[in-house]
């Protein structure tokens, strides 16, 4: 019998040429298939709820696949770690549900979630490498979040939006963004049903220049309203960033 | 005019021999000694308030040295710090402070704190690979916090002390043990004057056995009072440790 699969996934985007299968190096896509092939011998394509773009991480990632025969969950996700682990890959199935065979991961999405850390002080922190966007001068938190408001809600996040994306329309309903002071570090926490590519790294991007004060949280407002990626801040690192959940 | 400095160090322990200089690999003491030299031309000697052993990272670590000359202690740490980059060593100089030349890192110690961190859960974690202790079977937390009590006063830790431990006496005092479930983790607090070599660890180890209750948590107590480190359970691994603070 035939079975559709459900999976979360943690990995370290360090490395890692994001989620997706790529000609020129590693990507989760292929090192999750390779570990199905190992086991079972079946070639099966792996379907992400979203990329993630190279040196981005996942706390929770979901993914399906369908399997020509039906198997435990519990030996799955142990297989497919062994394997995993015998790739040395940095990845690690948290999570394996047998699913309807009409389960869509990419498409029954109904809210995700990004997680967005800055390390803010003068040193580097060796622990946190690769994990977080160090930067050593100070930002001001209570402006980050004045400004952080002006993307909340449905708009046109057009300024936010990576040249690449392809999604079909630039708006967007940004459902909740935090902004919160945790010891030495600025953490992000974005919801919504879906982001446009790099929309939550623009955003980081732009909102900590309003925490150094060279735009005012006003600008943002304006920023997002000229529709226009050349107006808005940097593209923010991508080791800051972490895919956090996907709910169904 | 000479100067003494105080230095406040964080360093992900990972691939190194420990804090000590040893011929055979690099340590926290050794690259320290040569970031000085390489912007001062100075062979100093860093004295450290306390070694860690080799994989053991440090959240905190102090140590003092002598300069010839005297510097600004901001300028001091940059200079520090851009140099231990330039050698790819994970280590970063968090505070440098100017202070009495009677001040000694070592002797000077009034208190210092350990934390340990063990990840329960089934699957490994890629993204705190090196950072955790990985369990992946159930641990009785309540168990382990009955049987930390008996570890907390002033005792014989004979039985947690490594074979290489150069300390005059093995009677210490533990102020205080917490243990922590912090989300898919569990955090170990630790703050004594002194430990002895591999104290933190061994108790680590002994205390996971009450938590997957191959011993009782009562079975601690006497396993302490035999004063005999075969009695007790394994030295828990170094990538779980953290020194985290030291008082003066």
């Given at each position: 019998m035939p079975a559709r699969f459900k999976i979360t996934i943690e990995y370290d985007g360090t490395g890692l040429l994001g989620w997706q299968r790529q000609?020129?190096?590693?990507?989760?896509?292929?090192?999750?298939e390779t570990a199905i092939y190992k086991f079972s011998?079946?070639?099966?394509?792996v379907h992400g709820s979203g990329r993630t773009d190279a040196g981005v991480h996942a706390l929770g990632q979901v993914a399906h696949f369908d399997f020509d025969?039906?198997?435990d969950e519990f030996k799955l996700r142990e297989a497919l770690n062994a394997h995993l682990k015998i790739m040395e890959a940095k990845i690690a199935i948290l999570e394996v549900e047998k699913v309807q065979n009409d389960f869509n991961a990419r498409f029954d999405t109904v809210k995700r979630s990004y997680i967005y850390r800055i390390l803010n002080r003068r040193a580097s922190s060796p622990l946190r490498e690769n994990r977080v966007w160090h930067i050593n001068y100070p930002l001001d938190i209570e402006k980050m979040k004045e400004a952080g408001r002006h993307l909340l809600g449905h708009h046109d996040f057009s300024s936010f939006r990576a040249a690449a994306c392809q999604a079909k329309s630039p708006e967007k309903t940004l459902d909740i963004i935090e902004i919160t002071k945790e010891g030495d570090e600025i953490v992000f926490y974005f919801e919504a049903k879906s982001f446009l590519h790099h929309q939550v790294r623009n955003m980081v991007g732009t909102l900590k220049m309003?925490?150094?004060?060279?735009?005012?949280?006003?600008?943002v407002k304006?920023?997002?309203?000229?529709?226009?990626r050349t107006k808005a801040g940097i593209t923010a690192p991508a080791c800051g960033l972490y895919f956090k959940q996907v709910w169904y």
């Open positions: 000609l020129d190096g590693p990507s989760v896509q292929e090192y999750i011998s079946q070639i099966v394509e025969t039906d198997m309003a925490g150094d004060k060279s735009i005012t949280p006003k600008d304006t920023i997002l309203e000229a529709k226009d």
